[in-house]
């Protein structure tokens, strides 16, 4: 569930809040022309994202990195021409709407729709790609992995219209223009490092050398190894000058300034800013959620998870021998053998709950490899993808479970063969 929560936010929370603050600035720039502009880009951007997952779901393809390039040069040119556009016919609010002001509705639109088309697929496509353990759609694994889907989605849903109200009741104008200016620069630059990014090794016609190094790609190899390794950064910057705007918000209606006849307006005046600090309370509070997922629910989904140490054992002759009492507390065991080519080989050992016989493997699967198994709230769970084992299973082929091991029971001895751990030494290679 959490993380599947915080990857719809990362992935779709620098397009909803440019796409918001597009939509509040085309808005206040020329009313409902703007918006309706705007609009119909937001649906052309939506329909084309929705037509694209559906393609690479029902052939199975991966979009190539030839593809991202044209998106990042598609966004950097759209970007640029809003900046220009936007200086030069964006000045007032609520100006005349002409062919300028057509243009620069035309060319945030078409940013935003883009943006959407950028980021809407992958976010998509993610219910189809949930590891249920082979229990199908109608499973708890299923459902907790979906449920941490939509709670991003719906979360993200209530910030941009929260935000939305925000920058459109702001003043004066200019501070949710420039937070849009801002915004947009940064984004350029990302576009500008990550657009180099997919041909970096194919880039002949820059007369660059296949390998990275300084000389070769001098001030734009460190702009995109920069904007490569924190990616983060831009949406934190997306973050701060949503927080800040919350903050303007919320300032600006702590006391009543507008003129007032008599109580009753008074009154009036008075719901009016406390609804506007709801709203600015509410911003600022969904981004702080969001920054602590990012971060501290982020770090805790995926911290590195450390496998017990492997326990004792015999050998006898070409036999291992286990005590049964050594594993009879239902928790789980691991053990490690050594082979002759200095490769370990591990397997895990644990009892089935209400049986006499016990769950034995490798310490790694056909879908994950040898990324292991550990034990969580009594639980066994792989480490790599986070899927809660059934223990009674365990011993069986298929899927993420552990690889089955072969063992026999004597005089209270569980015994397993060197020939059989010998055999498993190609998943840990």
Known sequence: MLKYLWMVIQDLFLAVTYVTWMHAVLGRLFGRQGR?????????????????????????????????????????ALTLGFLALQLIFGRRERGRFHAGAAALCAVGSALSATLIFYSLPSVLLYPFSFNTMGNGYFSTYYGVRLAGWLLGLVLLLIYARRMARCALEIQPFKLVTLALHAGTVSFGVYCFGRFFVPWINRAKWLGWSVKYSDEA?????????????????????????????????FLQNTQVKDPYDNPAQLRKLRARNRGRRRTAGMVFALVALFVAILTFVKAYDTRVVELSAPETYTVEGDSILIPMEAVNDGHLHRFEYRTEKNVDVRWIVVKKPGSASYGVGLDACEVCGNAGYFERNGQVICKRCDVVMNINTIGFKGGCNPIPLAYEVKNGNLVFRLEDIQAGEKEFR
């Open 217 to 249: 790609y001098g001030w734009i190899g460190d702009l995109m190894m920069f904007v490569s390794t924190y990616s983060m950064l831009f949406i934190w910057i997306a973050a701060a000058l949503a927080g800040i705007l919350a903050v303007i918000l």
């Open 36 to 76: 309706r502009i705007h609009g119909i880009g937001l649906g052309v951007g939506t329909l084309a994202a929705i037509a694209l997952a559906v393609a690479k779901y029902t052939t199975n393809k991966i979009i190539s990195s030839h593809w991202n390039h044209y998106i990042y040069a598609v966004l950097l």
